[in-house]
């Protein structure tokens, strides 16, 4: 099942919107690439994000 920003992974409901979009695409990508165990897929997909939040600036 592919998340959206309607359905998604109880951890990433305290991330603020525009982070929650950029996690659940890393996350759905991390998940169609198959290179990463499923319970990890959701904290590298938040990790991932963070860093390109940073690389990004400030997210609203």
Do not use: C, H
Request: aromatic share 4%; proline share 5%.
């Amino acid at each position: 099942m592919k998340w959206t920003m309607e359905n998604y992974p109880l951890e990433m409901k305290g991330l603020k919107p525009a982070l929650k979009k950029k996690a659940i695409e890393i996350a759905n990508q991390l998940k169609k690439d198959g290179k990463i165990r499923e319970l990890a897929i959701v904290d590298e997909a938040i990790r991932l994000a963070q860093e390109w939040s940073l690389n990004k600036g400030p997210l609203s």
